[in-house]
């Protein structure tokens, strides 16, 4: 993979799941698997594998398939592994503290460890992680000097609809360069920084709609 390959969103979307599918098979002592078997356990068609995997070069041998071991280690590298993801927690609500505590546990390379919310009570809500340690709390007002002293470059929102626009702004300014976004809006950024939005109510919408309407949807997975 070159410096300007362009990795569709699509494929960038697949590539933890292929990293955690590599990791349980090398756990397993699994040495090697091909595209067929990645497409059965992770349930994307064979050749929308082998097209993900094209776009950084030729990590398989005709005939071999992959070496695990090696595909793992190159994910991990894509991936940002072996570098620590500290990111901050806006708005201490059920939601938000919820992510505080559960702390992305099955990662090795993200952590939260902070959070901030505009009600000064929630700075005496005690949040502690999966490893018992005592995440702080800080008043909205504090993000900026806060988020460059830990140099904290990802975020998590959770904040209500009416204040998400000027707290991403308040985000922007502090250096922050990815949001994954919870609030019910679509949130406006510079183009270098990139927006994940997680909106749970359409999703449960949609799937109710495959539910509903699965003799008439093509595939509903």
Not at 59 to 74: E, M, P
Not at 78 to 85: F, M, R, T
């Amino acid at each position: 993979m070159t410096a300007d390959t362009q990795i569709p969103r699509a494929t960038a979307q697949r590539l933890p799941i292929y990293y955690y599918y590599l990791s349980s098979l090398h756990a397993a002592g699994i040495k090697r698997i091909n595209s067929s078997e990645i497409s059965e356990a992770i349930k994307f068609d064979a050749a929308t594998v082998r097209r993900d995997f094209s776009y950084f070069g030729a990590l398989g041998k005709r005939g071999f398939g992959y070496d695990v071991a090696a595909l793992l280690n190159f994910f991990s590298k894509v991936l940002s592994q072996d570098k620590l993801n500290k990111v901050a927690v806006v708005g201490v609500g059920n939601l938000g503290q919820a992510l505080m505590k559960y702390n992305f546990v099955h990662s090795n390379n993200i952590e939260i460890i902070m959070g901030f919310d505009s009600d000064p009570k929630k700075k005496a809500v005690q949040i502690k992680n999966e490893k018992d340690e005592l995440l702080p709390v800080y008043a909205v007002d504090q993000l900026e000097t806060e988020l460059k002293k830990a140099d904290v470059t990802i975020a998590i929102l959770t904040v209500p609809e009416r204040s998400a626009q000027q707290v991403t702004d308040q985000l922007v300014a502090a250096g922050v360069k990815g949001i994954l976004n919870f609030s019910p809006i679509r949130i406006t950024v510079p183009n270098s920084v990139r927006v994940q939005n997680v909106d749970l109510t359409t999703g449960m919408q949609t799937l109710i709609y495959f539910v509903d309407n699965v003799k008439n949807i093509k595939s509903a997975k």
